[in-house]
């Protein structure tokens, strides 16, 4: 209980719970499934890649490689998700709820 009130996981839960309800209100009605479901693939392949590199820098000689390489990894990812997000469309719901019900009717399907 203490965690979840101080926000210590409040990342975590923003993965599991806010990410599939924004790909179910934007994915059309007949993929909505298929987009929600790849998310769990998504973060499962992602703890798998973590594990392996994970595992590999574990035995590696040099100290400093060793927490280096996989805050690089983890880097690269970010980078990627934080220009992609500039790209995607608002939420249809937000839009409903402020002035922009216009875009909101568009943007929803």
Known sequence: MIPRQTGLFARSEADVLVVPLYQAELAPP???GFHVGLHGIAL???????????LGCY?????SFAW????SVQILPAI???VGSGFLPESPRWCKCTIRWSIGQETQI
Do not use: E
């Open 30 to 32: 007949q993929n909505r």
């Open 44 to 54: 499962g392949i992602g703890y798998l890649g973590a594990a392996i590199v994970g």
């Open 59 to 63: 035995y590696a000689k040099d100290s």
């Open 68 to 71: 280096r390489f996989p805050f």
């Open 80 to 82: 990627v998700l934080l």
